[in-house]
């Protein structure tokens, strides 16, 4: 029965990852198109808000996944080589591709600069889940000598300084960084993790987790549209961000679907990320192929930003398919000859 209610857990929160890399390509939509051509006006700008405040959660609940499941699952170095591997294989070949059928010059040294991209930041969340991942071990072995009074103590003296401290006193020796930092995982890493070893002192259906999540993004869109817009209060580390993180993530931890079918793809997804974020990509798809200059005109703007979402999420993970078939095969070939 544990053993069905875990696998029945684990098909949710993939469907968790889903959704959420498709909030990361509606977020750079709106932060790589229309943010460079300014904001609307009206219901439009209202939308533009409420997307955004609904969106934000995103990375977060991926790092929440990943506390939840590792601190039991414990560190293995071919998963982690072969991350490593996978995002240098795809940064490389789409520079070469980009060589390829573009005016744009190989050099070596940009070549090199594409395999070793982990290094430069270019992907942010994937450098800082490197470190993340790499430092998960000792984050184990505190966190599971811990009693849960002992752990409960440790999360509220994180929140307190990481999320609340950071947030309202703006204070840079904190090292924040608007949440792009390896403090803000480590924190929600452990959150998760404290979601796998203990039950949650009370008891919501489902439903009441996805109520709130809303009742933020809502509450946030209202005071950005009738106040002031304040970007510090939707950093990845602010006290509403991660409270509707924590609560999307339990609607899907605490859910039970019929069906899912997220499993499947879930090997791919990732590929999502490193296709359409790709710098190279990223300045085509959004100054060149995408005209954004006219659907901000648009009336139904909003609309074709989700539609034109939904399309960049499809094509990427069926590039990523043939990608992330290669990247494992082309690994193993490696790691065969290595060993």
């Not at 942010?124 to 184990?140: D, H, I, K, M, Q």
Request: proline share 3%; hydrophobic share 55%; aromatic share 20%.
């Amino acid at each position: 029965m544990i053993s069905s209610i875990q696998q029945h857990r684990n098909r949710n929160l993939d469907l968790l990852r889903i959704l959420s890399m498709f909030m990361i390509v509606l977020l750079h939509s709106q932060t790589f198109g229309i943010f460079h051509y300014g904001l609307p006006s009206g219901i439009q700008l209202f939308t533009v808000y409420l997307f955004r405040n609904l969106a934000i959660v995103a990375s977060n609940c991926y790092v929440l996944i990943s506390g939840y499941f590792l601190i039991k699952k414990g560190f293995k170095r071919k998963k982690i080589a072969y991350f490593a591997f996978e995002v240098s294989f795809y940064s490389a070949f789409i520079y070469l591709m980009i060589v390829l059928f573009t005016p744009l010059t190989f050099s070596i040294q940009d070549f090199f600069h594409w395999i070793f991209v982990l290094f430069w930041g270019n992907y942010w969340f994937a450098t800082l889940y490197l470190v993340l991942y790499l430092l998960s071990p000792f984050l184990n072995l505190f966190l599971n000598q811990l009693t849960q009074k002992q752990f409960q103590q440790v999360l509220i003296g994180s929140i307190a300084i990481f999320s609340l401290w950071a947030t309202f006193s703006h204070l840079p020796i904190l090292g924040m960084n608007e949440g792009y930092s390896i403090s803000t995982f480590l924190l929600l890493y452990t959150l998760g993790a404290y979601f796998q070893l203990y039950q949650l002192p009370f008891k919501w259906k489902s439903g009441w987790y996805l109520f709130h999540y809303f009742n933020i993004a809502v509450g946030l869109t209202v005071y950005f549209f009738l106040i002031d817009y304040k970007d510090w209060m939707i950093d990845y580390h602010s006290p509403f961000v991660l409270l509707a993180s924590i609560l999307l993530f339990l609607f899907f931890k605490e859910t039970h679907f019929k069906k899912t079918w997220g499993n499947k793809i879930i090997p791919f997804i990732f590929g999502i990320y490193l296709i359409h974020e790709h710098p190279l990509i990223r300045t085509l798809l959004w100054e060149e192929w995408i005209p954004i200059h006219q659907i901000i005109q648009q009336p139904l703007m909003n609309l074709i930003l989700l539609g034109l979402s939904t399309l960049i999420f499809i094509v990427c993970l069926l590039l990523s398919f043939p990608l992330h078939k290669l990247s494992k095969r082309i690994f193993e070939i490696l790691l065969t000859k290595l060993n």
